[in-house]
């Protein structure tokens, strides 16, 4: 048996039903909903610290959560990029960014962000994050893109783009090896 966990604060309670129904007819046994749930980026000392980006908006790390309505979450439609962090660099934000500009074209997704704007908050969010990680490591960037609401679970609900950015530690002793072979 598998068993998902959400929080759904920001979903009305007559979703809740069509949620249950939802992951009963999927691959999943049965959909535990809980009020509250505390996620185990919750519990992670680096990101208990640390700032995230959601559509233009600073948040805590830890409120960096995406809705079980989100067509990113139901169909999987989302657009990220990967990028490290060398010192004070993020390497190839310029080409990273092009390539996210180009797939969310490629899926009609339309962000209020402009290139700018993203370049902008990624280099502002790694600056704020940077100092919660030992000086040795490189600090990982993840950049996503959803649709937004996904319309048959609540039609209601506002079509923008859920935009995120958020960082992750990346510990030199797990990529020695890549440093020095490529």
Not at 39 to 46: D, E, K, Q
Not at 54 to 82: H, K, Y
Not at 86 to 111: A, N, P
Not at 134 to 160: E, M, N, R, V, W
Request: aromatic share 10%.
């Amino acid at each position: 048996r598998y068993y998902v966990v959400f929080q759904l604060n920001e979903l009305p309670s007559a979703n809740t039903n069509a949620m249950r129904s939802f992951f009963r007819l999927g691959f999943m046994a049965r959909a535990e909903i809980r009020p509250s749930l505390t996620l185990s980026c919750r519990t992670n000392p680096i990101l208990m610290q640390t700032t995230a980006y959601r559509n233009g908006e600073w948040i805590d790390a830890r409120d960096l959560l995406i809705s079980p309505t989100d067509t990113g979450f139901v169909l999987g439609t989302t657009v990220t990029q990967q990028l490290e962090n060398f010192g004070e660099e993020l390497f190839r934000l310029e080409d990273h960014l092009q390539r996210l500009d180009k797939s969310l074209q490629t899926l009609g997704i339309i962000t209020d962000q402009t290139q700018v704007e993203l370049a902008t908050a990624a280099h502002k969010l790694v600056t704020a994050n940077r100092v919660h990680i030992p000086s040795q490591d490189d600090l990982g960037l993840c950049i996503f893109a959803t649709p937004g609401p996904y319309k048959t679970f609540d039609p209601h609900a506002p079509g923008h783009p859920s935009v995120g950015m958020h960082t992750y530690e990346l510990p030199f002793r797990m990529w020695a090896r890549q440093y020095r072979t490529g």
